[in-house]
């Protein structure tokens, strides 16, 4: 019995398949856990463009001791966006930087919550508080889920091989 397994073993190490991170080796589909952050990417990508487009609209109307705090938060929301764009492009086009991107944006994610919730508590915009209280729960319960998955997932290493 054995040595049939040696047999099978030396089998599949000498099919000839380039090995993973090879020139030559295709990328597996995004697939299994990795649907998650697609989704991820794609849904946050279309919520964080209509809330820009829905606090723009609003911008006069927020109240002006108020103004300095909510242009930072719009400003920062266009910061995270283009890095969540940059992040998708990298994702789905499976490139081998993807996970660290994917990574980062998660970390300044964290940042930048945990940033505005400080100017807000300091600004004593309570309303504002909030709601980046929130948004800085949800950035670490999702970095403490997804940055183990990527930096330790055979799928991911598999996944996002093209240089």
């Known amino acids: 019995m054995d040595q049939d397994i040696n047999r099978i073993?030396?089998?599949?190490?000498?099919?000839?398949?380039?090995?993973?991170g090879e020139a030559g080796a295709s990328p597996e589909k995004i697939g299994g856990w990795l649907f998650f952050p697609a989704v991820g990417l794609i849904l946050g990508g279309i919520v964080s463009v209509i809330g820009l487009v829905y606090g723009l609209s609003i911008v006069s109307k927020v109240l002006s001791k108020f103004q300095g705090v909510y242009t930072l938060h719009i400003l920062f929301s266009i910061g995270i966006l283009a890095l969540l764009i940059y992040a998708a492009i990298l994702f789905f086009g499976k490139k081998r930087n993807a996970p660290s991107i994917m990574?980062?944006?998660?970390?300044?994610?964290i940042a930048v919550s945990g940033l505005m919730l400080v100017i807000d508590y300091g600004a004593d915009a309570e309303p504002l508080a909030?709601?980046?209280?929130?948004?800085?729960?949800?950035a670490i319960v999702g970095a403490a889920i997804w940055?183990?998955?990527f930096r330790v997932s055979e799928r991911v290493k598999r996944t996002f091989i093209i240089p």
Not at 103 to 109: E, G, R, V
Request: glycine fraction near 10%.
């Open 103 to 109: 990574i980062a944006l998660m970390i300044a994610n």
């Open 9 to 20: 073993l030396e089998i599949g190490s000498s099919s000839g398949a380039p090995a993973i």
């Open 147 to 149: 940055i183990p998955y």
């Open 130 to 138: 909030i709601e980046s209280g929130k948004d800085l729960l949800k």
